[in-house]
């Protein structure tokens, strides 16, 4: 069993920062890639970044990609995204999940192990 602990969100300005952490703990392995979602009020659940826990190995949705970066910290059994240039539209709970296997997939089905989700809120 591996548990999930999202923590960092929060209220901030359009054009401003925010750096989720993603917690690991349990049975944890190397096997596990790491993906980060977001759910906005009223919309399905979509793929935000993912990384490959053993080699770091990293893909974006275009609506991110050079704002966002994940990167995670085998030591501390973190994973992170850092969120730069936010715009109102990137509000959102934000979710950490983690999956068995080396793929980085896009679909919330193949995800087994999730946290709770952090708000985050950008104002305009």
């Known amino acids: 069993q591996v548990q999930l602990v999202e923590s960092g969100g929060g209220l901030v300005q359009a054009g401003g920062s925010l750096r989720l952490s993603c917690a690991v703990s349990g049975r944890t392995s190397s096997t596990y890639t790491m993906g980060w979602f977001r759910q906005a009020p009223g919309k399905a659940r979509e793929f935000v970044a993912g990384i490959k826990w053993s080699g770091g190995t990293t893909y974006y ?64």
Do not use: H
């Not at 973190?78 to 709970?93: C, F, G, I, S």
């Not at 950490?96 to 089905?109: K, N, P, W």
């Open 61 to 124: 949705a275009d609506s991110v990609k050079g704002r966002f970066t994940v990167s995670r910290d085998n030591a501390k059994n973190t994973a992170y995204l850092q969120m730069n240039d936010l715009k109102p539209e990137d509000t959102a709970v934000y979710y950490c999940a983690a999956r068995v296997g080396s793929r980085i997939v896009v679909l919330t089905t193949a995800y087994t192990y999730w946290g709770l989700g952090t708000q985050v809120t950008v104002s305009s």
